[in-house]
T-cell receptor, first 117, second 115 residues
């Protein structure tokens, strides 16, 4: 099946710093990528939909200036958590849909555990 | 509002016994239906999907799911559970009609298989 990678898998940072998370589709092209946040023992919460070559679409309640998304190519989307605070600590998961398949399921990355001290 | 319900937070089954993880949905039209599994500190792995055709869908690791249109359900099943099946399972649906439509996840069911 299609593979989505995320980097880094785990990051610890100080409060006030910015953290960039990369999401790559390794063997397919994805015009659309999705960024989710997952709290312990909870389901995934969609944060934003990333569209190649255009602005991301954010879900209600998600601060676009805090969670910057860039989808510069058909295989790469990045999420930057700006001025991170402890409440931003979470598990962030990206996913991508193969643009070549009409009925494509979403393929998920392995996730990034962010801890803000 | 469109939604996906997984009524059981946790399902406990003895190894070797059949298992069922329930899922019902409230989405207009005939959505695409999916099951994903998540192991600790990992992303979601795709198990199976229903697009059209046979109501019984077979997927990875011996799992299958049965689509029931009248009950708007898509229960996940396996004839004989393994301890390694213990994980968090998510049902998901995506409305048809637009390639940009978003997937809607259920709240997840933790499956625990005891030896």
């Amino acid at each position: 099946g299609a593979v989505v990678s995320q980097h880094p898998s785990r990051v610890i940072c100080k409060s006030g710093t910015s953290v960039k998370i990369e999401c790559r589709s390794l063997d397919f092209q994805a015009t659309t990528m999705f960024w989710y946040r997952q709290f312990p023992k909870q389901s995934l919460m969609l944060m934003a939909t990333s569209n190649e070559g255009s602005k991301a679409t954010y879900e209600q309640g998600v601060e676009k200036d805090k969670f910057l998304i860039n989808h510069a190519s058909l295989t790469l989307s990045t999420l930057t958590v700006t001025s991170a605070h402890p409440e931003d600590s979470s598990f962030y998961i990206c996913s991508a849909r193969d643009r070549g398949l009409v009925f494509s399921e979403q393929f998920f990355g392995p996730g990034t555990r962010l801890t803000v001290l | 509002a469109q939604s996906v319900a997984q009524p059981e937070d946790q399902v406990n089954v003895a190894e070797g016994n059949p298992l069922t993880v329930k899922c019902t949905y409230s989405v207009s039209g005939n959505p695409y239906l999916f099951w994903y599994v998540q192991y600790p500190n990992r992303g979601l792995q795709f198990l199976l999907k229903y697009i059209t055709g046979d109501n019984l869908v077979k997927g990875s690791y011996g799992f299958e799911a049965e689509f029931n249109k009248s009950q708007t359900s898509f229960h996940l099943k396996k004839p004989s559970a393994l301890v390694s099946d213990s994980a968090l399972y998510f049902c998901a649906v995506r409305p048809r009609g637009s390639s940009a439509s978003k997937i809607i996840f259920g709240s997840g069911t933790r499956l625990s298989i005891r030896p």
